[in-house]
């Protein structure tokens, strides 16, 4: 069974860097794409980002490129997303997520963790 752990979220003044974590367990890491969705308050989850562990592949939504990044460690099955230039819009829960990236897409199991809380201030 998967299991996902996010952590490293906080609260920050607009314009910093957090670096979120996603620890994975139960599958194997190399198989599969890992995404990292985030929701605010009143609103549904969004996808953030996604990297496929098959092929390092990476995708980022428009409104993170250029802000945000995602990479993984293979040997610690873990996922970050490094987050600079952040801004109060960027307020949010976030989860981590596992699925399998194809040429066409890709598609996330139902499967996620507890979240970590993202708070920018002004």
């Known amino acids: 069974e998967a299991q996902l752990v996010e952590s490293g979220g906080g609260l920050v003044q607009a314009g910093d860097s957090l670096r979120l974590s996603c620890a994975a367990s139960?599958?194997?890491?190399?198989?599969?794409?890992i995404a990292w969705f985030r929701q605010a308050p009143g609103k549904q989850r969004e996808q953030v980002s996604y990297i496929n562990n098959k092929d390092g592949e990476t995708h980022y939504a428009d409104f993170v490129k250029g802000r945000f990044t995602i990479s993984s460690d293979n040997a610690k099955d873990t996922v970050y997303l490094q987050m600079n230039n952040l801004k109060p819009e960027d307020t949010a829960v976030y989860y981590c997520?596992?699925?399998?990236?194809?040429?066409?897409?890709?598609?996330?199991?139902?499967?996620w963790g507890p979240g970590t809380q993202v708070t920018v201030s002004s």
């Open positions: 139960g599958f194997t890491f190399t198989d599969y794409g």
């Open positions: 997520t596992v699925g399998v990236v194809t040429s066409v897409g890709a598609t996330w199991f139902d499967a």
